[in-house]
């Protein structure tokens, strides 16, 4: 028992400068998330995209819902697929965007839902509020100069291919 008590008043002797050595190599090491940036982790594959990445980052799917939703109500998986019709498919949204994306939204008041069927949770819709409007009204001037952007990229490469 003895030895037991020995071993065990070394090993705690021990932790405090194993403790001390993983502090001071966390304070010399970088931070996680530059870690990752200097990775290249941590990042949609399409915010590293030249195109679309100044695209998502300026407000793209927020302004793509509140441009849909101002046509009426709709639910998630429409949205999904009517962003994904309307960018001809080169921005891919699934359910682990869309809908934390919605539940922002309406959190900040830019957006309403209402289940479809209020006795159960069926599908739930989504209306554009006055706010909402406002918001997809700023997003979209602010997207602009960054869609013309794309468009130039994309008509100078044509005329590059075409001769």
Avoid at 68 to 81: D, V
Avoid at 132 to 143: K, N, S, V
Wanted: charged share 30%.
């Amino acid at each position: 028992m003895r030895g037991a008590l020995t071993e065990t008043g070394k090993m705690l002797r021990r932790v405090p400068r194993r403790a001390r050595e993983t502090e001071r190599a966390v304070a010399e090491a970088a931070s996680l998330d530059a870690a990752r940036e200097a990775a290249g982790a941590g990042r949609a594959r399409a915010d590293r995209d030249p195109l679309l990445g100044e695209l998502r980052r300026a407000g793209l799917l927020p302004m793509l819902v509140l441009h849909f939703l101002g046509g009426g109500p709709s639910y998630g998986n429409q949205l999904m697929e009517r962003i994904s019709e309307v960018t001809g498919g080169l921005v891919a949204v699934n359910p682990n965007t869309m809908y934390p994306l919605l539940r922002s939204l309406e959190g900040r008041g830019l957006i309403a839902g209402e289940w479809e069927h209020p006795e159960r949770r069926s599908r739930r819709f989504y209306r554009l509020t006055e706010d909402g409007e406002q918001e997809r009204a700023r997003l979209a001037d602010e997207i602009a100069p960054h869609l013309d952007a794309v468009a130039r990229s994309v008509d100078l490469i044509r005329k590059e291919i075409d001769g």
